[in-house]
C-alpha cells in the first residue's frame, strides 16, 4: 500500500507539471493507456492521481469520457486572477501581524539576492518561478496554511498565462519593466506592520496586470498550437525542477 500511495504522488506531479504548462492542448481528452505507458505505471495509481488533479481544478472529468485538460479562457483566468489578489492581499495584511524579525529579514534577503536575476535576456521561465517563490514567501509569514495552499493552487492554474505575460510585458516595455521594486515596497509595508497599506498594495500589484489578460489567452493559444521559445524554455526547464 505505502508503495503505491507513492506512485500516485509522483505521478499526481508529473501530470500536474504538463497540465499546468498545457502540454495536453486545451479540453483534450487525456489518453489513459498512452500516459500509463509514458508514466512506467498502471491504470490504478493513474486514476487516483487523476481525480486528485480533477479535484483541484488541472484537468476536467465527463462521466463516461474519461479525464480532459482544463480549457483556456480569458473569464476563468480572470477569475483565478481575482482569487489569487483575494488570497494574497488577505496574506500580506496578516504578514504585517504575525511574521517574526526574522522571518522578515529572510525574505528581504533573498529578494535582494534575486534581483540580479531579473535582467535583460532571462528566462520567463526563471522570471516567474523567482515571482512565485516572493509571493509564497510572503503569504508563509502569514502563518496561515490554508492560504499558502490555495495559493499554490492558483499559480499552478495560470502558470503558462503568467509566462506569456511577463514575455509580452519585456517586448512591450523593455526587461527594465520587470524588477524587484513592487516586491520591496510591499515586503517594506509588512515590515512596518502596515497591514492595510501592504493589502492594497498588494491587491494593486496583482491587479495592474488584469487589463492584459484576454490578449495574454490569445497569445497562450498562439504559443500552445505554433510553439515557440517560451514553449521550449518551459519543457526544458520541466526537466529539472517540479512544482
Known sequence: MEKELGAVDRIYHQVKEMAASYQFKPEERLNESALAIR????????????????????LTSR??????????????????????????????????????????EALAAQLDLSKDRYSPGASPVDLVRLDETFHLGLAALSHNGELVRL?????????????????????RDGPAAITTQPHGEILALVRDGDGERAAAAMRA???????EVTANVRAAFSQLYAPLEIATSERRTQGSSTL
Open 151 to 171: 495559493l499554490k493552487n492558483v499559480n499552478g492554474r495560470i502558470h503558462y498565462v503568467r509566462l506569456i505575460d511577463l514575455q509580452s510585458l519585456s517586448e
Open 39 to 58: 508514466l512506467e505505471t498502471s491504470r490504478t495509481p493513474l486514476r487516483e492521481a487523476l481525480n486528485r488533479l480533477v479535484a483541484e481544478g488541472f
Open 63 to 104: 462521466h463516461g469520457n474519461g479525464f480532459f485538460c482544463r480549457s483556456l479562457n480569458p473569464a476563468e483566468i480572470m477569475d483565478l486572477y481575482e482569487a489569487r489578489a483575494a488570497i494574497e492581499s488577505e496574506a500580506a495584511r496578516l504578514a504585517a501581524r504575525r511574521a517574526k524579525p526574522a522571518e522578515l
Open 205 to 211: 500589484h496583482i491587479e495592474r496586470r488584469l487589463e
